[in-house]
T-cell receptor
Framework: LAKTTQPISMDSYEGQEVNITCSHNNIATNDYITWYQQFPSQGPRFIIQGYKTKVTNEVASLFIPADRKSSTLSLPRVSLSDTAVYYCLGNTDKLIFGTGTRLQVFP | NAGVTQTPKFRVLKTGQSMTLLCAQDMNHEYMYWYRQDPGMGLRLIHYSVGEGTTAKGEVPDGYNVSRLKKQNFLLGLESAAPSQTSVYFC????????????FGPGTRLTVL
């Protein structure tokens, strides 16, 4: 199971693009990178998942370089409602959550 | 479609008491999971199940037991609660395989005095 490392916290202002980078140096060949979002007093919610290059959905983009030792979650034009904890996971059969990145968005 | 529901939402126990947390899902998911989350920490996997009648240990299984008698339900039991088990407990479910999105319940906040 891939061990991941993320910044503990990040601050941003409304309307800015936020990039959260996760390093996973020992990711396995068959591991995918998955990101979850967790609001206070709620369970995590799936945001996006990818294996290589770039994946985009209506919420975010995920960039994974060719060596797959890191990945970057990109949130375009954040709003106050994006204030949450974001978890990066390298998963096969079980999810190992780290402490995540606490994103605080200011007006 | 209720998704994943957890019962109860809150509970206070005294040391040594027992209780069972119930998780139910209506998405016909094969896999179900129990996590605990301590303040300021990420989630840690307690036990999981890949199908009716099967369970397996996760990262922190000691002090907990589970049962999956029906596909839609996953029960987490504490036989003799300890203050170290004070935490928020989340249940999740997914289709087979860790690559599939996990859907989480709202959590159960448990305090052991």
């Amino acid at each position: 199971l891939a061990k991941t490392t993320q910044p503990i916290s990040m601050d941003s202002y409304e309307g800015q693009e936020v990039n959260i980078t996760c390093s996973h140096n020992n990711i396995a060949t068959n591991d995918y990178i998955t990101w979850y979002q967790q609001f206070p007093s709620q369970g995590p919610r799936f945001i996006i998942q990818g294996y290589k290059t770039k994946v985009t959905n209506e919420v975010a983009s995920l960039f994974i370089p060719a060596d797959r030792k890191s990945s970057t979650l990109s949130l375009p034009r954040v709003s106050l409602s994006d204030t949450a904890v974001y978890y990066c996971l390298g998963n096969t059969d079980k999810l190992i959550f780290g402490t995540g990145t606490r994103l605080q968005v200011f007006p | 479609n209720a998704g994943v529901t957890q019962t109860p939402k809150f509970r206070v126990l005294k040391t040594g008491q027992s209780m069972t947390l119930l998780c139910a899902q209506d998405m016909n998911h094969e896999y179900m999971y129990w996590y605990r989350q301590d303040p300021g920490m990420g989630l840690r996997l307690i036990h999981y199940s890949v199908g009716e009648g099967t369970t397996a240990k996760g990262e922190v299984p000691d002090g907990y037991n589970v049962s999956r008698l029906k596909k839609q339900n996953f029960l987490l039991g504490l036989e003799s609660a300890a203050p170290s088990q004070t935490s928020v407990y989340f249940c999740a479910s997914s289709f087979p395989g860790g690559l599939n999105e996990q859907f989480f319940g709202p959590g159960t906040r448990l305090t052991v005095l």
